[in-house]
C-alpha cells in the first residue's frame, strides 16, 4: 500500500457527461501527478500540481482540469466525455517537487465510457 | 516516433531465469531513469532509479544506463513467480518549465515467470 488513496475505484458513465476523480496524497507529501493509462498509449502524464499551484503539465485535454486544495488532497474533472476516455487514470504522490522525488502511485480508478 | 520505446513482450521465462528488459529512448535531455513493476489491477511502484550511466544493483536486480546509446535495461536474476508482472521504464528530463516533474513511460513489458 503506497499510502495514496483513489475514489472511486470503478466509474461507468455515457459519453458526454462530466465525472470527478479524486485523489488523497501521502501524508506529508505537497506534489500530486495525474497519470492516465490506456492498452493504445501506455501510461500517460497529465499533470503536476505542488503545494496548491500548477507545476508541470502534459497532454492533458482542454476538457479535463484538475486542482489541487489547500488540504493537499487533488481532483481531476473530466468533461464532455468521449469512448477513448475510457482508461485507468493514477495519482501520484511525492514528498516535494524535485525530480528525483519518489513518485508513489494509487491503486486508479477505472473509466468506462459507454 | 515515441520518446521511449519498450519491447512489449509478453515475456515468459521459467524459475529461476535471468530476464534482461530493454528500453531505448531518443531525448538527450533525458538524466534521470526508473524501472518501475505494476502488478495487476494496481498502481506503478518504483523498483530502481539511477541517474548516471553505468550499473547499478539492488538485489536480484540490476539497472544498467548507457547514455551514448540512449537505451537502458533492467536485469533480473534467479526469477520468482511473484516477479510476474509488468515493467515499465520511465525517464526523466533535466528540463525546467512546464516539463518539470513529468516522467515519461515506455509501453511497458509483461513477464511471467512460470515454476
Known amino acids: 500500500d503506497s499510502g495514496v488513496t483513489q475514489t472511486p475505484k470503478h466509474l461507468i458513465t455515457a459519453t458526454g457527461q462530466r465525472v470527478t476523480l479524486r485523489c488523497s496524497p501521502r501524508s506529508g507529501d505537497l506534489s500530486v501527478y495525474w497519470y492516465q493509462q490506456s492498452l493504445d498509449q501506455g501510461l500517460q502524464f497529465l499533470i503536476q500540481?505542488?503545494?496548491?499551484?500548477?507545476?508541470a503539465k502534459g497532454n492533458i485535454l482542454e476538457r479535463f482540469s484538475a486542482q489541487q486544495f489547500p488540504d493537499l488532497h487533488s481532483e481531476l474533472n473530466l468533461s464532455s466525455l468521449e469512448l477513448g476516455d475510457s482508461a485507468l487514470y493514477f495519482c501520484a504522490s511525492s514528498t516535494r517537487a524535485g525530480r528525483t522525488d519518489t513518485q508513489y502511485f494509487g491503486p486508479g480508478t477505472r473509466l468506462t465510457v459507454l | 516516433q515515441k520518446e521511449v520505446e519498450q519491447d512489449p513482450g509478453p515475456l515468459s521465462v521459467p524459475e529461476g531465469a535471468i530476464v534482461s528488459l530493454n528500453c531505448t529512448y531518443s531525448n538527450s535531455a533525458f538524466q534521470y531513469f526508473m524501472w518501475y513493476r505494476q502488478y495487476s489491477r494496481k498502481g506503478p511502484e518504483l523498483l530502481m532509479y539511477t541517474y548516471s550511466s553505468g550499473n547499478k544493483e539492488d538485489g536480484r536486480f540490476t539497472a544498467q544506463v548507457d547514455k551514448s546509446s540512449k537505451y537502458i535495461s533492467l536485469f533480473i536474476r534467479d526469477s520468482q513467480p511473484s516477479d510476474s508482472a509488468t515493467y515499465l521504464c520511465?525517464?526523466?528530463?533535466?528540463?525546467?518549465?512546464?516539463?518539470?516533474?513529468?516522467?515519461?513511460f515506455g509501453q511497458g513489458t509483461i513477464l511471467t515467470v512460470h515454476p
Open positions: 500540481y505542488y503545494n496548491g499551484e500548477e507545476r
Open positions: 520511465a525517464i526523466l528530463a533535466n528540463a525546467g518549465g512546464t516539463s518539470y516533474g513529468k516522467l515519461t
